[in-house]
């Protein structure tokens, strides 16, 4: 990337994310993220079994398996060429096509049961175009149905982490340290680049994260900010939520310092049939 000329943050994340490493990285991975993901997912209404999945942000597939043990009604978008690419090599049988959840045009109003938004991805995305996809997401889904995405927390151990912070899980064992060591001056070149596009709103912010060697930019929220959201987008009020570090069931108000990211479940209201 020319240094004199910095992308929006969902270009240099769709960058990051399409690099060979991170590619493999994804490939392999199988299974939840985390505790939070599983707590939620056990928790879907059962109305959502059997209807109609959009899987968006698929990345290479990982929730493909997880997801079709709901529903064999199964697609997938993503807005990275080289994730459609591999999630498509990964399972031929599946319909998976380059999309962005900003503009879900290629699906009609109501024709969902689920959607999801796993990992964080509605994160790749500035304010705006977050407020965009909570739109689309709730056209397209039908009365009653749920959408399941995650999202980083602001008040969590993730916000403005740096390259010269070392977790547990880094002094955990001398290989992780020596890993982490190694790759300081790529993680505080990249940091330095992508300054620039921070910006602290206070109930959220765009921050870059850890990840990937400091390679994203990602949108943080508070719970209470994100609750507010998912109401202002119309969903109902009180979305249940999860917390990735345990998977323990959230209200509005708790402390959350532990909580790297929420699992929410945001239901569209189901039609009232008047008598
Ligand atoms: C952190 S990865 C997670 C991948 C996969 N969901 C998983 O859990 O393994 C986020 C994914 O979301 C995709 N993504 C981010 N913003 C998107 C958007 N606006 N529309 C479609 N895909 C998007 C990225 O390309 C990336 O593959």
Redesign the pocket.
């Known amino acids: 990337m020319n240094a004199g000329v910095l992308l929006a943050p969902?270009d240099v994340n769709?960058s990051t994310?399409q690099g060979s490493t991170t590619l493999r990285w994804?490939a392999e991975?199988e299974g939840w993220?985390d505790d939070g993901e599983r707590a939620a997912t056990e928790s879907l209404p059962l109305g959502v079994h059997g209807q109609p999945i959009l899987d968006?942000?698929?990345?290479?597939g990982?929730?493909t398996p997880l997801l079709r043990a709901l529903s064999t009604d199964y697609r997938a978008?993503?807005?990275?060429p080289a994730?459609v690419d591999l999630c498509h090599r990964k399972y031929p049988d599946v319909d998976v096509r380059h999309?962005?959840?900003?503009d879900l045009s290629q699906f009609s109003n109501n024709s969902m049961g689920l959607v999801a938004f796993?990992?964080?991805?509605i994160d790749?995305?500035g304010d705006t175009d977050r407020a965009a996809i909570f739109g689309e997401v709730f056209r397209v889904l039908r009365p009653g149905g749920v959408f399941f995405f995650s999202t980083h927390n602001k008040l969590g151990p993730g916000h403005r982490e740096t390259p010269w912070h070392f977790g547990l899980r880094d002094l955990k064992h001398p290989k992780s340290t020596a890993r982490r060591l190694a790759s300081l001056p790529l993680d505080v070149r990249n940091r330095r680049r992508l300054r620039p596009l921070n910006h602290d709103a206070g109930e959220w912010s765009m921050m870059n994260a850890g990840a990937h060697h400091f390679g994203i930019v990602i949108h943080y929220t508070t719970l209470l900010h994100a609750v507010a959201e998912v109401e202002t987008a119309g969903f109902q009020p009180e979305p249940e939520v999860y917390a990735s570090s345990n998977g323990r069931r959230l209200a509005v108000d708790d402390e959350t310092s532990d909580v790297w990211w929420f699992h929410l479940l945001a239901v569209k209201a189901a039609l009232r049939c008047d008598p």
Do not use: P
């Open positions: 969902e769709r994310w994804f991975y993220s968006i942000g698929v990345g290479a990982r929730t978008i993503d807005f990275a994730m999309g962005d959840a900003r796993s990992w964080n991805g790749a995305v």
